[in-house]
């Protein structure tokens, strides 16, 4: 099977953007795939939800893959790869990738330093997810055109409007300038209370607006005090709270996702 990469993206904050890129990767490592995920936040939020809390204190990081890109250094692909113990690789993030942004944009290329340091990884691997900043700027830019698919989660908390038509937009953008073959691999409804009314409001409306033109997966991530806990820990929902309705929310997703390959 070739290698998938996906980018986990949404410029809103708040989506369960890097709770879905964790739980989903460990969720298709655990049904025998070989997962890559990538920390493309400057914040490092999924770097510390892994268990590493002092990214600044990792001496290899995706910022300095894209710097090694930029410059010509020889920087060999996988260097600084971490193995975490549920099965996952990571490439993490800290601060210094806030730092690249001018560098990239000064770059030759620019839209393709992602995607030119992670082809040589993609024999290694069956997904490659990205977990993406939450803006619209030149790394996340970089994430659409070295991925196959773009996964957008929405929060069941509100309608999406705005945000959600203006990365769709820029998914096209990528599409028809640079990446034709870029898709979008599904919108995903996260943090959803069943008990609540508005998150059925909202679970409707997406399904209602969206769901002619792009695929809305059957699996509703519910929102669950565990899955908060779990990135404390440094581990997932599945090592946190594997018997609860979140674990088996992403492992359904991972059989949706991973079932239309």
Not at 8 to 28: C, H, P, Y
Not at 54 to 74: K, Q, W, Y
Not at 127 to 144: E, K, Q, R, S, Y
Not at 213 to 233: D, G, N, W
């Amino acid at each position: 099977m070739p290698c998938r990469t996906i980018a986990i993206a949404n410029q809103k904050g708040g989506t369960g953007k890097t709770a879905t890129t964790l739980s989903l990767g460990v969720a298709l490592a655990r049904l025998g795939r070989h997962v890559l995920l990538v920390d493309a936040d400057p914040q490092g939020d999924l770097t510390k939800s892994l268990g590493w809390g002092d990214p600044d204190a990792l001496e290899v990081t995706l910022a300095n893959h894209l710097s090694a890109v930029i410059e010509g250094e020889g920087l060999e692909p996988r260097e600084g790869i971490l193995a975490h113990g549920e099965g996952v690789d990571l490439v993490p993030a800290n601060i210094e990738l806030a730092g690249m942004e001018m560098p990239i944009l000064m770059a030759m290329s620019r839209e393709q330093l992602m995607n030119v340091w992670l082809s040589p990884l993609k024999a290694d691997y069956d997904f490659i997810i990205i977990d993406c900043a939450p803006t619209l700027g030149i790394i996340p830019v970089n994430a659409l055109v070295a991925a196959d698919s773009v996964l957008v989660p929405v929060s069941a908390e509100y309608l999406p409007a705005s945000a959600m038509t203006a990365l769709l937009k820029t998914v096209g953008r990528v599409r028809r300038q640079i990446n034709p073959s870029l898709s979008v691999e599904g919108i995903l409804i996260t943090l959803s209370d069943g008990r609540n009314n508005l998150a059925h409001e909202v679970e409707q409306t997406i399904r209602a607006q969206y769901g002619g033109s792009y695929r809305v997966f059957e699996t509703v991530i519910p929102r669950a005090v565990s899955a908060a806990e779990a990135p404390a820990m440094g581990a997932s929902i599945f090592s946190y709270d594997g018997r609860g309705k979140t674990a088996r929310a992403f492992e359904r997703l991972a059989e949706e996702v991973s079932g239309r390959g």
